[in-house]
């Protein structure tokens, strides 16, 4: 297994695209999962490097902004943190809950240093090669549980789904708008056979 980028991405973030401009404005920090208990309790994954830190950003809003919820209360678990949100008291609330994704502005989010940033800050960014040659854009950041994966839509033809590490991704260039990407065959100097 190859090390983890260096750069550390303090939101895993946005999985789905939002609406033309939202993503700009929008961080999704979290996700609901199912009730636990009987008194409104979900279990709740966050996608920040502080799990508790989700109840430190206020009201956070739902995928179409329609509906807010404010984390009352979060205790960790194995995987996950275990929340009740103001208002939610009955398992059958918080089942209503289960999917929801949870945003928050970007402007409410810790400045992040030189070598650091956020996951949906790469979303759009031209992915280049070495040589400069467009390769497409980025289109997501996921992480599956065997570290970060960068996928790369391009103009035509199928997504790339590659490593983010240090080697695949040398370079992360958000003021100007890029990221460098070296395909794993061609580090060694063979092209990939994508056919």
């Known amino acids: 297994m190859m090390p983890p980028h260096p750069v550390h991405a303090v939101v895993d973030g946005v999985h789905h695209p939002l609406p033309q401009g939202e993503k700009e404005r929008r961080v999704c920090v979290a996700r609901i999962g199912a009730a636990h208990g009987l008194r409104g309790e979900v279990r709740l994954w966050t996608f920040t490097e502080d799990p508790m830190s989700v109840m430190r950003y206020g009201p956070l809003t739902t995928r179409d902004g329609a509906r807010q919820l404010e984390v009352a209360h979060a205790r960790a678990a194995k995987d996950h943190l275990v929340a009740t949100f103001t208002g939610v008291t009955t398992r059958e609330e918080a089942e209503r809950l289960n999917g929801t994704?949870?945003?928050?502005?970007?402007?409410?989010?810790?400045?992040?240093?030189?070598?650091?940033?956020?996951?949906?800050?790469?979303?759009?960014?031209?992915?280049?090669?070495?040589?400069?040659?467009?390769?497409?854009?980025?289109?997501?950041?996921?992480?599956?549980?065997?570290?970060?994966?960068?996928?790369?839509?391009?103009?035509?033809?199928?997504?790339?789904?590659?490593?983010?590490?240090?080697?695949?991704?040398?370079?992360?260039?958000?003021?100007?708008?890029?990221?460098?990407?070296?395909?794993?065959?061609?580090?060694?100097?063979?092209?990939?056979?994508?056919?």
């Open 101 to 195: 994704e949870l945003y928050v502005a970007r402007d409410k989010l810790p400045k992040t240093d030189d070598d650091e940033f956020y996951h949906a800050d790469l979303i759009g960014l031209a992915a280049v090669d070495a040589a400069g040659t467009t390769l497409g854009t980025v289109a997501a950041i996921h992480n599956f549980g065997a570290g970060d994966i960068i996928e790369i839509a391009p103009a035509q033809g199928p997504t790339l789904l590659l490593p983010f590490t240090d080697a695949v991704v040398p370079t992360v260039d958000i003021a100007g708008g890029r990221v460098v990407i070296e395909i794993p065959g061609e580090i060694g100097g063979d092209k990939p056979d994508f056919d």
